[in-house]
């Protein structure tokens, strides 16, 4: 307690001094009431995945919003609600769950506390029936990756050698499935279009179904999975997997001339796998956290349901970093130009999982 | 943790044959359940002061403080003080009584939330110490958590009855599962020998996947959700609740309370009690006075299942209201410690239940409010089981001769 009146006051000091300074900026005597508050789920906030993302998102927002902080970390599925419970006890203005295994403790305290605000990340909100529902002061983040992975897709198939791609998950749920519809429909366009025939390894569009390690954790379970996928022929793997991707780059290593994407972030920065990384389906699950705690504070907070697409820039295909020479310019071109006609909304991607 | 490998320690020394060798894990048992209480309280003690200096460490500003201790030793010792008293009166003020909340209720709630976090660990921890007792190593508390909770969850949105009898079939659903589930390790334990630490062991990523599986199919889970999670239970099914609103204190704690009282009566009153602990003491001993030692292991491993089984239900039943991958958590083998807390007895395990309850609930606001890393209270119910089991581990490796008054204990 002492900690939290010692930093308000300071934060208050430097308040008076910037003011004092003639910035006359009217948002500081806000920032200092405003406590913002994330609850992990049992990945916690190193896990290289969403609940890192969030943690990044909420850190900026300390930095650039000058708003309190206060952070909770689940170790399973009954830490949900006390965590949650525990947030709104400290008056916490907005608090954002991390994960759909959170929606019904967010839900819950949305409902019991309308005069705070909820946010939930990758997940929308749902009845008993799974069907959608809004709740007024609880807005879910959740983000269309599958736009950005057709990129990759086409990206994929432009640069295999051998004529198959492969790609796997962590657990099949809908926020990474979508991943791996998008992968399917963009190799299917790169095939339409030029006459070829690169296949698809790890996953049935159609069907449903594919391959996957079993959770977001066993790091050998993603390399013997890529050892397979390669043994296959695929020399393009996209791990959809958080940390399980880990195991698939050090099986991409080994084998020669096998390249990756990466997902949620750009690979190229936060992994030591540049090398191999042609370029990454990037989530920006941090710049839509940071946005919604800025929207909050202006009090202009809504229960519109934050869609990250490929127009808004909440998803996107991470640049090619070393790979740039490699990639031909008529391929570049054409992404780009894929990339337009989604956005212009000339070419829709459909997945079974596309957040409605 | 270290108890899991403990049995294997003392066989390698000897070359015994496959008969000798269930002769030698309850004389481990006995030693690490003959220890005193003051043990276990100067564990708790040690661990707490250990739990302290790491709280320090892992603090930016005590760091910080330290890096001028000879400049002003003062102010070094100060944030250090304050530090590990904010982050425990946190954890105390999580667990018993907040006096910084805003109404009464909010102030004494913290307490029945620990009540909450510790029932599924009495009654879990009343499976594993009773197995403990009659010489069994059961490491499936997982596993029978799971399939308990499963089948208790299942059938408190399959089926639509009305409240109370709705209830009972559900818990009763739970402990035909954990039984089944702790059976089949007690079968293949009696009938071919098979250790019932393996076996319960992979039983327990049987039940995860198993329940992994089931809930990707939308026969089972009742819901469209894509996501793997059931759906939400019949309110009819619900352990309904002790207090009004904002406390989560439900009919599972009366449960563990009978279940408490139920186990001591069975080891202290009942015929079939002693045969069990006759078992677990020497198992060649009762088999001698005529005790079938395949139908007691048999039987204990499914009353340890069953009431496993039961905590499942009641964090299904009575917190969790949903079925997902992660609904027994980490209550499994929590419950290990808990009844080695508790030295194996009734009464025991439930106390160590509800000081684990307690951390647990009191590491939330500790986390929350002051920053303190979650692994910190992990850290220290680790190192309590740790000092516990450490020096009957230490005597039996050295074999140092065990203090002969120990031995009457049990």
Known sequence: MKKLVSAVSIAAASALVLSACGSGDSGDSKAEDFLGCMVSDSGGWDDQSFNQSGREGMQAAVDN???????????????????????????????????????????????ANTDLNFALIDSTFSDADGNPVTIDNAKPLVFNTAEAAYLAGYVAAASSESGKVGTFGGIQIPSVTIFMDGFADGVKKYNEENKKDVKLLGWDKEKQDGSFSGDFENQGQGQALTKQLISQGADVIMPVAGPVGLGAAAAAKEAKDVKLIWVDSDGYESTEYGDIILTSVVKQIANAVEDTIGEAQDGNFSSEPYVGTLENEGVGLAPYHEFKDEVPEDVKKKVEELKKKIIDGSLTVDSESTPK | MTTDTSPAAPSPAPPPSAEAEPGKEPNLLQEILSGSWLVSVLAIVAALVLGGVLIAVSNAEVVEAAKNIFAAPGSFFSTLFSTVGDAYSALFRGAVFDWNARTTERAIRPLTESLVSGTPLILTGLGIALAFRSGLFNIGGQGQVILGATIAGYLGYALHLPPVVHMLIAAIGGIIGGAIWAGIAGVLKARTG??????????????????GYLLKQNWFTHTTSANPQSRTLDDSSHMFMLLPSPFRLHFGFIIAILATIFVWWLLERSTIGFEFKAVGANPHAARTAGISVSKVTILVMIVAGALAGLGGAAQVLGTEFKLTGGISGS?????????LLGRSKPLGTFLAGLLFGAFKAGGYLMQSQTGTPIDIVLVVQSVIVLLIAAPPLVRSIFRLPAPALKRKES
Do not use: H
């Open chain 2, 331 to 339: 209550i499994g083998f929590d419950a290990i410690t808990v009844a």
């Open chain 1, 65 to 111: 919003l000058g708003i309190e902080e206060s952070l909770a970390e689940s170790q399973g599925d009954a830490d949900f609600k006390p965590n949650v419970d525990n947030m709104i006890q400290q008056g916490c203005n907005l608090t954002f769950g991390v994960g759909f295994l959170l929606e019904d403790a967010i839900q819950e305290a949305a409902e």
């Open chain 2, 194 to 211: 098979a250790n019932e630490v393996i076996v319960t062991i992979m039983l327990n990523s049987i039940a995860g996947y198993l329940l």
